[in-house]
């Protein structure tokens, strides 16, 4: 019995070992997305409480002016669609016919779409309406949750997810993925900013955002070792001429 035990604490801690720092990293802020999620929903479609983003409407309040006001309308440009759609498109071709990584331009199609198809489930899902008040044209549809917190973290986090993968420079990496965070959040202010958004509809963007990111590349990893898989012995095979060569030697 003890021996067992002992066996099964090693293996555990056997396989803490092989966890990489990265992974540990993006299994914590997993784990604090779902859990942000899920209090954000109990707060606002359970217990009615809006307490909180009165309070950030109400700290935001001093600082609007005809200057800030034109540069968080910019800012919130690049988490529109209209920005998206061309951002996504260009990303794509690039790795089609520039970089000619297949999944690179697979996945970049797969966690666009997905991540919209997302966003419009869970606005229709939740029917929250929009704050009053907004500044200068007026968002109509569904509020929760923030579609521009949400699509901003998938397509930057990808962004982040591929400069990981392929910069080979850490200051330069290491720049590049705080300055994509950086940008993410300051999208996620603008909303707030221009009354398009509550507080918690921007917060349950960014981590229903992150779950999808980190759920659509994984699906997609693994499809990815799938088709390795299958491909590698087909790769490998000699042709008929060399497998003849081979058997008459």
Known sequence: MVQRLTSRVKKFWAGIALLSVEMIVVLAVFTLSLLAFIFITRRIFLLRNEDLDKKVFDLVTPYI?????????????????????????LLIVYYLFVRKHKWYSIKVPAVAISSLLLMFGLKHLFA???????????????????????????????????????????PAKWTIIVLLI????????????????????????????????????????????????????????????????????
């Open 128 to 170: 929250r309406q929009r704050p009053t008040n907004q500044l200068l044209q007026e968002a109509t549809n569904y509020s929760f949750p923030s579609g521009h917190a949400l699509m901003s973290v998938t397509f930057y986090g990808l962004l982040a997810y591929i400069t990981w993968h392929s910069v080979k420079n850490r």
């Open 65 to 89: 002016n005809d200057a800030n006001t034109e540069l968080m309308n910019v800012v919130t440009f690049f988490g529109k669609h209209e920005f998206l759609i061309p951002a996504n498109l």
């Open 182 to 249: 950086l940008w993410i959040l300051l999208i996620g202010v603008s909303r707030i900013y221009l009354r398009r958004h509550y507080y918690s509809d921007v917060m349950a963007g960014f981590a229903t955002g992150f779950l999808w990111l980190v759920i659509s590349l994984k699906v997609i990893r693994q499809i990815e070792k799938r088709s390795l898989k299958k491909l590698n012995p087909i790769v490998q095979q000699p042709a008929p001429q060399e497998a003849a060569q081979q058997q008459r030697l």
